[in-house]
């Protein structure tokens, strides 16, 4: 997923890109992260700030970690975590 994470960052060349993940690698490299819940907004800011501040971010972020832990996926798969309600720009 790394791979994945540094790749988009080059391609962005300094675009405005929507990233729809819960993967922490790539919320952690975006500017903003918009929690959405049931399609609004609840949450702006930094991955960490959000993590830090609040619950259901933290939540969500949480479960998606645990999931791929389950799998047995680590940080250098290529594998997306997918589901969930985090976009980020």
Do not use: F, K
């Amino acid at each position: 997923m790394w791979r994945c994470a540094a790749r988009l960052c080059e391609a962005r060349g300094g675009r405005v890109t929507v990233v729809a993940t819960t993967s922490p690698l790539l919320l952690d490299r975006a500017d903003t992260v918009h929690h959405l819940r049931a399609g609004r907004v609840v949450a702006s800011g930094r991955h960490g700030d959000l993590l830090a501040h609040q619950p259901g971010y933290r939540r969500l972020i949480s479960r998606d970690i645990s999931r791929d832990i389950s799998r047995g996926e680590t940080a250098g798969d290529e594998a997306t975590g997918g589901e969930g309600n985090g976009a980020a720009s």
